[in-house]
Every structure is written in structure tokens, then in C-alpha cells.
């Protein structure tokens, strides 16, 4: 079995930053991408950040230049760091990662528990 387990949600004031963190544990042969992903109230879910085991980056528009993401391949972790955050960044936030569980097996995509971001004054 495979565990996604986040920390570092919280609120915020508009203009702050947080930092997210993501530790995949359990039945892993190798992890491709790992990412976060959002969903607000009455919207459907969407990529923030992801991020390949080879360094490759892909970032939402709406993130671009605030957002930063970064693995650590050797512990299985990702992080995401928010800087300058708005209203409309507050969501519900997924890590979700890509995983191999055992050679010869197909990629699965697993998803932690979620983490609530609030961005307000």
C-alpha cells in the first residue's frame, strides 16, 4: 500500500506565504511525477504544480511566479511553496503522485488526504 501524507496548510493573510509538504511511504518501486492539485467550493479540481523525477516543471498560469515546486527523489517528498497568496488560492489542496508499486507494474496515480488553504484578511 502507498501513503501520500501532507502537512503545512493553514490560514493566511492575502500577500503571505505557506509552504506545503507531501511524503509518499509504503509499497514504491519508483515515483514519476508528484504534483498538487486544488479544488474550491462548487469548482472542479485542477493542477497547480507537478514535477518529474527528472527536474521537469509544468505550473497553472494562475501560479506561475509565486509557486514553487520541489522533489526530493531520494525521500520521496514534495513541497510547494506559495508566496504572494491570494483570495482565489484558497482550496482545498492534493498531493498526487504517480507511482510504480512493485517492478513490472503499471503507474498509479495516489492522492493524500487534502490540506486546507484559506487566503483572507
Known amino acids: 500500500q502507498v501513503q501520500l501524507v501532507e502537512s503545512g496548510g493553514g490560514l493566511v493573510q492575502p500577500g503571505g506565504s505557506l509552504r506545503l509538504s507531501c511524503a509518499a511511504s509504503?509499497?514504491?518501486?519508483?515515483?514519476?511525477?508528484m504534483g498538487w492539485y486544488r479544488q474550491a467550493p462548487g469548482k472542479q479540481r485542477e493542477l497547480v504544480a507537478a514535477?518529474?523525477?527528472?527536474?521537469?516543471?509544468n505550473y497553472a498560469d494562475s501560479v506561475k511566479g509565486r509557486f514553487t515546486i520541489s522533489r526530493d527523489n531520494a525521500k520521496n517528498t514534495v513541497t510547494l511553496q506559495m508566496n504572494s497568496l491570494k483570495p482565489e488560492d484558497t482550496a482545498v489542496y492534493y498531493c498526487?503522485?504517480?507511482?510504480?508499486?512493485?517492478?513490472?507494474?503499471?503507474?498509479?496515480?495516489?492522492w493524500g488526504q487534502g490540506t486546507q488553504v484559506t487566503v483572507s484578511s
Open positions: 498526487n503522485a504517480e507511482i510504480q508499486p512493485k517492478p513490472y507494474t503499471t503507474l498509479n496515480h495516489y
Open positions: 509504503g509499497s514504491i518501486f519508483s515515483i514519476y511525477a
Open positions: 514535477g518529474t523525477y527528472g527536474g521537469n516543471t
